[in-house]
């Protein structure tokens, strides 16, 4: 059984498609595009978190979120997205979270 799982990374979709724990994509399945809101929920989480680092000619460094509320917001936006996906993919794949989240 192929595995989706969550993992937060710069400038990554924090699905990766796995197989035997090898990588074999990155991104949303085609067969889970039709799923539009959880395929809007990840582009948001992805941009979002890619604006939390300092990414240019000089550094590479985590800054972070500009509040507290932003945090609990993104938090909340994550584990929709993990519940969604869970819903929809839990059947034909397995769901792993990266501890981390």
Known sequence: MKKLRFMLEYNCSPIWVLNDDALIDVGL??????YQELARLLDEISTEYDGLFVNNEIEFAYKGFSSKEEEIAFD?????????????AGEKYMIQVDENI
């Open 76 to 88: 909340k936006k994550i584990r929709k997205a993990i519940n969604l996906l869970k819903k929809v």
């Open 29 to 34: 399945p085609e067969d889970l595009l039709q």
